[in-house]
């Protein structure tokens, strides 16, 4: 049950709960503290009423510090929470059923503990026993739970017995080897180039404060995020450095943003869906950008052909007839999964437009290549790159101006 059953204690001495006393308050088993009062409110009682304590984390017990302020008196902190008998019954049968119940306060001492009783514990000061056997990690353990190098005190320590599970070995190999991440490098401003992103961000209202933070997407000139949700909020999401774009309701059911430097120059943009397939034009001089989005359920062979047919007419209607020759650019979630051979590509191939889909590699942590870019225009590079915010990784460009 929990309650020790002979339970000794003293002032000063660190000491912790034995059992769950309020889990929204944090006065779970395990949380440390230290004693400080012992309280007889009964008259002529040897039997102590409160054990006052003072948990190592403030946060904890600050409702029971609240919910018992009646109890607090002179010489009581109010950093100080009380902690209070409970109560454990059980049924016991010898000829007769008879009702058992258990007074205790929910503590044991702590002052000594095993190493791994000590996990999640921070603690200034300890003297370390690690024992006679070769305990995987236990050192490790044992060692970072003190602050400083200057607060342990080992005793009977044996080189010979420090181990590592095998299991932990192989696996920090393919981390190292096999499961590092690589970031693009930012754009050499002295090359006539200009580096385009796009995300599928899950939520640009959920995901702001994270993508203001990552600094390899904002090296980009132009980001493209779909699937940002924002609704009619989207005037709050300014970033430095950039001019906004952001498809209304109507235009994009699950919304298209796109931020651009200041000194990019933005000739024309569109909003619009084609059977169910949401994206944002943006022409820039003769370059025509298209981000997309398609849900899973209008991803297929026969809405993409409707698709690339919008393309050429917004070709037509903003380039041929101005004769003026486009580079285009398509990029965002297709949810289509891509290989050579599928019949995506081939669709985008056979127009006339013959358009070459650049990324090969996973695009989303479930494995899938959704998410491409298509282009007939010169460029220096391209790829995606992980974001820690998404299960979709971040796709870009450099291209050739």
């Known amino acids: 049950m929990g309650l020790q059953k002979k339970l000794v204690l003293g002032i000063g001495i660190p000491a912790e709960l034995c059992t769950n006393v309020d889990t929204t308050d944090g006065l779970t088993n395990g949380a440390s503290c230290c004693i400080k009062k012992f309280d007889y409110r009964v008259e002529n009682s040897c039997r102590c009423s409160i054990v006052w304590v003072k948990f190592d984390d403030e946060t904890v017990g600050k409702k029971w510090r609240v919910k018992y302020r009646h109890l607090y008196e002179d010489g009581i902190e109010m950093s100080w929470t009380p902690v209070l008998e409970i109560c454990r019954r059980f049924m016991y049968k010898y000829y007769k059923t008879y009702q058992i119940v258990r007074r205790q306060f929910p503590l044991y001492v702590s002052a000594g503990k095993t190493i791994h009783k000590a996990q999640g514990s921070t603690i200034q000061e300890a003297v370390m026993h690690f024992g006679s056997k070769a305990i995987n990690h236990v050192h490790y353990v044992g060692l970072s739970r003190v602050t400083s190098l200057s607060g342990v005190h080992i005793l009977n320590l044996n080189p010979a017995k420090i181990s590592v599970s095998s299991d932990v070995q192989m696996e920090m190999e393919r981390l190292r080897t096999h499961r590092q991440i690589s970031f693009p490098e930012a754009p050499d401003n002295s090359v006539d180039s200009m580096r385009v992103c796009v995300q599928n961000c899950r939520s640009l209202r959920k995901h702001f404060e994270d993508v203001k933070n990552e600094n390899n997407l904002l090296s980009a000139d132009i980001i493209g995020f779909v699937e940002t949700r924002l609704g009619t909020f989207s005037a709050e999401y300014n970033i430095d450095g ?45 370059l025509l950008i298209t981000f997309v989005y398609c849900p899973p359920k209008v991803a297929t062979i026969a809405n993409f052909t409707v698709f690339l047919s919008s393309v050429s007419e917004k070709i037509y209607g903003h380039f041929v007839q101005n004769h003026r020759t486009v580079k285009l650019v398509i990029m965002g979630d297709f949810n289509y999964e891509y290989a050579e051979s599928s019949s995506i590509s081939q669709v985008f191939r056979s127009t006339s437009i013959q358009l ?30 992980e974001s820690y915010y998404s299960d979709h990784k971040v796709l870009y460009i450099d291209l050739k101006i």
């Open 242 to 286: 950039f001019k906004m774009l952001a498809s209304t309701p109507e235009q994009s059911l699950h919304g298209i943003t796109v931020y651009y430097r200041n000194n990019v120059n933005i000739t024309s943009y569109d909003f619009k869906t084609v059977s169910g397939i949401e994206c944002a034009f943006i022409a820039i001089g003769d």
């Open 356 to 385: 070459n889909q650049l990324i090969d590699q996973v695009t989303t942590d479930y494995g899938s290549c959704l998410d491409h870019i298509y282009t007939d225009s010169p460029f220096h590079g391209s790829g995606a790159f």
